[in-house]
Each structure stands twice: as structure tokens, then as C-alpha cells.
């Protein structure tokens, strides 16, 4: 079965500075690879995936994860924040079989300081 | 577009009463999903369904029973309220694939706070 560790339970930055939130997952198979955003007192939303190819993917507002096969890793990375980012980020694995299931991470609190 | 909407959004409970929480989708998803969020746990499957008619159990589903009469609504009971459920829960939904989650974007509503005193 997989399973995702987030190696960062609170990432505290200074606005403008760059982040990086680390993801580990562990599967046996290929797998679908996703980072959700979770702003105060809301749902999770979408950020970014990877689903076949290019193993660096893009959000809109600026985030891109690098798919890293051979480290089993999915990092979450931005250039520069903002204090808008302050939000909880779980990474989010699922594999490529019949019957997955899509297993969260414990998540990670950015804190963007001014 | 409402998505997905969660009733309600906050409700305090005594230990040994019940409830439901109520999920309802507009997107025509066959795949929801109840989880529950506690801090520094991640989120964790409590129950899920692949349409309608059909439900199974997730990581953690004691305490917890579900039903799904149509495409739109996932409502989840709780027959004994404990301590140990409270906690902020999620529905999901998503389009899925046959047999599992598939690569497409889950939906996640608003979350409901529940407090078990």
C-alpha cells in the first residue's frame, strides 16, 4: 500500500523568501502525485499534479513540484512568497491500479512573516 | 456552480448522541468520499462511494455509517457520539475511474467542526 511522509510539520519564511516543502511517498507501483492547499477554515483545493511527462509541473500562482522517481519525492517549490501563501499544503499519492485510494500526508503549515 | 456543500458547519454534541452530516454534490461525480481532519494526522478515509447504491469502508470507519441513495448525496451518521470523533470532516468528490481515484481533481467542501463534550 502507499504512503506519503511531509518531512516539515511548520515551514515559518519571511515574505519574498523561498520555500521549499518536502514530500516522500512509497509505493510499488507508478502513481499519481498531488499537492492540495488548505487556507484557514476552508476545504482543500487543488494546487498542482503530476499525472505522465514532464516531471516538473506548474501551479498559476507561481508553485511548481519536481516528480523525483528514483527519490520518491514530489517537493512543493516557490522563488519568492507571499503572505497570501500561509496556508496548510498536504501532498497526496495515488496509485495506478484499480482500487486506489488517494492517501494525504500530515500536511505542512507555511507561514509567510512580513 | 455550488460544487460541494457541507451542512453543517459547526455542532457541538454530548457523548452518546447522534447525528448525520449532509453532502451534497452538483457535478455529477459517481466517487465521494467522507474523511476526517486532526491536527497533524493528515486526513484520514473514513468512508467512500462509487455511486450510487454502493459504499465501502476507508482507513477508519468505526464509529461511522453511510448511505448513498442518489449520485448528489453522501450523508455520514454517527449513531454514539465519543470524544474521540470530534474532529473538522470533509466530503470529497471526484470523477474518478473504474475501481479507484484515478488522476482527476477531488473537490473538497467547506468542513464541518464537531465538538463531542
Known amino acids: 500500500a502507499q504512503s506519503v511522509t511531509q518531512l516539515d510539520s511548520q515551514v515559518p519564511v519571511f515574505e519574498e523568501a523561498p520555500v521549499e516543502l518536502r514530500c516522500n511517498y512509497s509505493?510499488?507501483?507508478?502513481?499519481?502525485l498531488f499537492w492540495y492547499v488548505q487556507y484557514p477554515n476552508q476545504g482543500l483545493q487543488l494546487l498542482l499534479k503530476?499525472?505522465?511527462?514532464?516531471?516538473l509541473v506548474e501551479s498559476i500562482n507561481g508553485f511548481e513540484a519536481e516528480f523525483n522517481k528514483s527519490q520518491t519525492s514530489f517537493h512543493l517549490r516557490k522563488p519568492s512568497v507571499h503572505i497570501s501563501d500561509t496556508a496548510e499544503y498536504f501532498c497526496?499519492?495515488?496509485?495506478?491500479?484499480?482500487?486506489?485510494?488517494?492517501?494525504f500526508g500530515e500536511g505542512t503549515q507555511l507561514t509567510v512573516n512580513p | 456552480n455550488a460544487g460541494v456543500t457541507q451542512t453543517p458547519k459547526f455542532r457541538i454534541l454530548k457523548i452518546g448522541q447522534s447525528m448525520t452530516l449532509q453532502c451534497t454534490q452538483d457535478?455529477?461525480?459517481?466517487?465521494m468520499y467522507w474523511y476526517r481532519q486532526d491536527p497533524g494526522m493528515g486526513l484520514k478515509l473514513i468512508y467512500y462511494?462509487?455511486?450510487?447504491?454502493?459504499?465501502d469502508k476507508g482507513e477508519v470507519p468505526n464509529g461511522y455509517n453511510v448511505s448513498r441513495s442518489t449520485t448528489e448525496d453522501f450523508p455520514l451518521r454517527l449513531e454514539l457520539a465519543a470524544p474521540s470523533q470530534t474532529s473538522v470532516y470533509f466530503c470529497?468528490?471526484?470523477?474518478?475511474?473504474?475501481?479507484?481515484?484515478?488522476?482527476?481533481?477531488?473537490?473538497f467542501g467547506q468542513g464541518t467542526r464537531l465538538t463531542v463534550v
Open positions: 497526496a499519492v495515488s496509485e495506478m491500479t484499480s482500487g486506489s485510494r488517494l492517501t
Open positions: 509505493s510499488s507501483v507508478s502513481v499519481y
Open positions: 503530476y499525472l505522465s511527462g514532464s516531471t
Open positions: 457535478m455529477n461525480h459517481n466517487y
Open positions: 462511494s462509487v455511486g450510487a447504491g454502493i459504499t
Open positions: 470529497a468528490s471526484n470523477e474518478g475511474w473504474t475501481g479507484g481515484w484515478g488522476n482527476t481533481e477531488a473537490f
